[in-house]
């Protein structure tokens, strides 16, 4: 149980393109994901919180109208890197969280490279 | 701002021996620790949680122990399998884990056969 799936697995893209990452709990119902980013050989930064029916909460330094996320049911949030440049390049994981508390479970994440 | 961190980047080990990872956390009102194991192109998955009421909670073959007092908290592996080579993250949450993961910079723990 408490299988997150993201698709793609990996996008290629030119630069000022906008690419669009999905995250779904596939055995379970979230009504909060998370938006997580690592850069190679280090750790994973929060980026926002998704919440199903609302707006997204972003960390400090994270452009919401960059990163734009949408919870559209409790089981998918999309999110799209607008105008992406090649330092959005980066492993994009999402998790989420079957009950209002308590373990995240993570998706197996997605590379984008911006040529 | 306040963080997670781990005392070491890489700790190798023979395989069959037991392995301790560190962390050192400095957010006292975190509440909720979790560890995840990270492979190589994939996404951090689930080891064992502890709550703050807690000091040590055990698993199959891992064992976490919390020390509030000195903000603390490490992961033990026994008998250690080549499968267990990864990097293992400590991360930390506050609200009983209703809020974002802040985790910390990672161990890469290597089995030597």
């Known amino acids: 149980g408490a299988v997150v799936s993201q698709h793609p697995s990996w996008v290629i893209c030119k630069s000022g393109t906008s690419v669009k990452i999905e995250c779904r709990s596939l055995?379970?119902?979230?009504?909060?994901m998370f938006w997580y980013r690592q850069f190679p050989k280090q750790s994973l930064m929060l980026m926002a919180t998704?919440?199903?029916?609302?707006?997204?909460?972003?960390e400090q330094g994270v452009e919401k109208d960059k990163f734009l996320i949408n919870h559209a049911s409790l089981t998918l949030s999309t999110l799209t890197v607008t105008s992406a440049h090649p330092e959005d390049s980066s492993f994009y994981i999402c998790?989420?969280?079957?009950?209002?508390?308590?373990?995240?479970?993570f998706g197996p994440g997605t590379r984008l490279l911006v040529l | 701002g306040e963080s997670v961190g781990l005392h070491l980047p890489t700790l190798s080990v023979q395989e069959g021996d037991n392995s301790i990872i560190n962390c050192a956390y400095s957010?006292?009102?975190?509440?909720?620790f979790i560890w995840y194991k990270q492979e190589s192109g994939k996404g951090p998955q689930f080891i064992i949680d502890?709550?703050?009421?807690?000091d040590k909670r055990q698993g199959q073959r891992v064992t976490v122990l919390l020390n509030k007092t000195v903000k603390h908290l490490s992961l033990q592996i026994a008998a250690t399998q080549p499968g267990d080579s990864a990097v293992y993250f400590c991360?930390?949450?506050?609200?009983?884990?209703?809020?974002?993961?802040?985790f910390g910079k990672g161990t890469h723990l290597i089995i030597q056969p």
């Open positions: 998790s989420a969280r079957p009950t209002t508390r308590g373990t995240q479970y």
């Open positions: 055995d379970f119902q979230a009504t909060t």
């Open positions: 998704s919440n199903e029916g609302s707006k997204a909460t972003y």
């Open positions: 957010n006292s009102a975190s509440d909720y």
């Open positions: 502890i709550r703050s009421n807690m």
């Open positions: 991360a930390e949450n506050r609200r009983g884990g209703a809020d974002g993961l802040t």
